[in-house]
């Protein structure tokens, strides 16, 4: 007998017949003639419900010591539900225990904290809430790469080592070799030059758009900022396109096309999982991402967003002034009082943006994008590149970095150079958007952040 998913038992229409369940005890009730045990695998938030006899083989060392977060395996029937809320549950013909739980497991009651479940990270995704969070990461992993391959985009992956800082913020982890106790410096180094973990695989996705015309890369990238924000952490996911033939107004209709396709996507397959995080995380969520899914997005440029924030009459704790960055603070007023639904603000000043972005024709501004959503403010960051050879080279020196280190990304420019813009979207960011959960640690499966590694 083929083992079945408790998914699938629960969501079938006709009899399911005789089946093997694998799972975990989730609890259990002993009475005088049987045992009721709640059974989960983890393929979905409900458990099945399992009615084991006294008058099964082996009833107690395998049932009666069952204990809550024990394996087993069982075969029985399928039966129509007495009971309220489930259609389905197993009349067991036998039950093994394939790993018996101790009496300190972790997860016995409801309702812990999310730093308690972070310090058992290698248990929570037992946990209802964290089975759900991770079903969706799943699920919006395979949907980023269907949006992409459904028109056409090329899936290239991009170094996780690189010798070029991407946003030329100087944020980046150092890759070194040992010889016992001792860094290997200059000569000796590994790959005869300092080596980085990427912050981004841009540069390199931009080569690639430049020969297949639309790429999209997705993987790890890295960042050394000393960042303590619910929002930030140090090894995160991003998604980034790049399109070649194509401006800034491309670039935002594509994201803006992405963020509602994910998002009806999370709508139509993980409705279940959506319904708990309704229920026990955030009250507004099926109702926030029914209107991003139905609704059109608002659209302002930078300067327009200063004087809005500045007319606003709110008092902001960072004073809003033309050239600084929006605060993320400025970004949810935008968002969640203004125009109560994502924006995206663009043309923003020069001097606050990185080097590769495509300077506008008033000579201050530069054709960046950010789209920012409610609840949580930037979620995806992007431009059009500076596609014009003597721009760039003046970029550097601008930004007082050296040329030489990026000849290969100046070549693209020599050679058939291209109007071209791309964009990354934060993974993380999308499945807090998408869950409700505040906190970015609590969407990863092993958070790293400043002053935290485990696992
Ligand atoms: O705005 P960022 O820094 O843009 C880039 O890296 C560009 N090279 C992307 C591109 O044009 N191809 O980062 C993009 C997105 C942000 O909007 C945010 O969602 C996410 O990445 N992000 C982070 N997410 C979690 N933790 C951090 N420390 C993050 N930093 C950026
Ligand atoms: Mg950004």
């Known amino acids: 007998m083929p083992n079945s998913r408790i998914v699938d038992i629960l969501k079938s229409e006709s009899e399911p017949g005789d089946v093997t369940v694998n799972g975990w005890v989730r609890t259990k009730r002993d009475s005088k003639a049987f045992s009721?045990?709640?059974?989960?695998d983890g393929s979905c938030l409900a458990n099945i419900q399992v009615i084991a006899d006294a008058t099964l083989a082996g009833y107690e060392e395998n049932v009666v010591s069952l204990k809550t977060g024990a394996s087993l395996t069982l075969t029985g029937k399928v039966v129509?539900?007495?009971?309220?809320?489930?259609?389905?549950?197993?009349?067991?013909?036998?039950?093994?225990?394939?790993?018996?739980?101790?009496?300190?497991?972790?997860?016995?009651k409801k309702g812990h904290s999310m730093e308690f479940m972070r310090s058992i990270a290698h248990l929570r995704p037992r946990s209802n809430l964290f089975g759900a969070v991770f079903r969706v990461r799943s699920?919006?992993?395979?949907?980023?790469?269907?949006?992409?391959?459904?028109?056409?985009?090329?899936?290239?992956?991009?170094?996780?080592?690189?010798?070029?800082d991407c946003e030329g913020a100087g944020e980046m982890f150092r890759v070194v070799t040992m010889d016992g106790e001792e860094i290997k410096t200059g000569e000796e180094e590994f790959f005869h030059k300092p080596a980085y973990l990427t912050v981004s695989g841009q540069l390199e996705g931009e080569t690639f758009a430049c020969a297949l015309s639309n790429i999209y890369t997705f993987g790890p990238t890295f960042r050394a900022e000393n960042s303590h924000t619910s929002r930030h952490a140090s090894e995160f996911w991003?998604?980034?396109?790049?399109?070649?033939?194509?401006?800034?107004?491309?670039?935002?209709?594509?994201?803006?096309e992405m963020i509602k396709y994910l998002v009806s996507d999370a709508l139509e397959t993980c409705a279940d999982d959506l319904a708990f995080f309704n229920q026990f995380v955030d009250k507004?969520?099926?109702?926030?991402?029914?209107?991003?899914?139905?609704?059109?997005?608002?659209?302002?440029?930078?300067?327009?967003?200063?004087?809005?924030?500045?007319?606003?009459?709110k008092k902001f704790e960072y004073p809003v002034e033309y050239g600084h960055n929006l605060q993320s603070e400025h970004e949810r007023y935008l968002t969640e009082e203004h125009f109560k639904c994502p924006t995206t603000v663009y043309n923003y000043p020069k001097a606050i943006k990185p080097f590769y972005m495509r300077k506008n024709d008033d000579g201050k501004t530069v054709a960046a994008m950010d789209l920012l959503v409610p609840g949580i403010g930037e979620i995806v960051g992007g431009s059009q590149r500076e596609e014009r050879l003597d721009i760039l080279e003046a970029n550097f020196k601008e930004h007082d970095?050296?040329?030489?280190?990026?000849?290969?990304?100046?070549?693209?420019?020599?050679?058939?150079?291209?109007?071209?813009?791309?964009?990354?979207?934060?993974?993380?960011?999308?499945?807090?958007?998408?869950?409700?959960?505040?906190?970015?640690?609590?969407?990863i499966p092993f958070p790293r952040t400043p002053g935290s590694a485990e696992f």
């Open 139 to 164: 699920r919006m992993a395979y949907a980023i790469h269907q949006f992409f391959q459904e028109r056409g985009f090329y899936y290239v992956h991009t170094p996780v080592i690189t010798s070029s």
């Open 284 to 313: 507004g969520l099926l109702e926030r991402l029914q209107s991003v899914r139905d609704r059109s997005f608002e659209r302002i440029t930078y300067t327009e967003a200063v004087e809005l924030l500045q007319g606003s009459g």
């Open 238 to 256: 991003m998604v980034e396109p790049e399109i070649a033939f194509c401006d800034l107004e491309g670039d935002m209709n594509l994201a803006e």
């Open 80 to 108: 129509r539900s007495q009971g309220k809320g489930q259609l389905w549950e197993i009349q067991a013909t036998s039950v093994e225990m394939l790993g018996a739980a101790e009496e300190d497991y972790p997860l016995q």
């Open 401 to 443: 970095l050296d040329e030489e280190t990026y000849s290969w990304y100046v070549d693209l420019r020599r050679y058939g150079t291209v109007p071209h813009a791309g964009f990354g979207l934060g993974f993380e960011r999308l499945l807090m958007f998408v869950t409700g959960v505040a906190n970015i640690r609590d969407v």
């Open 36 to 40: 009721f045990i709640e059974v989960n």
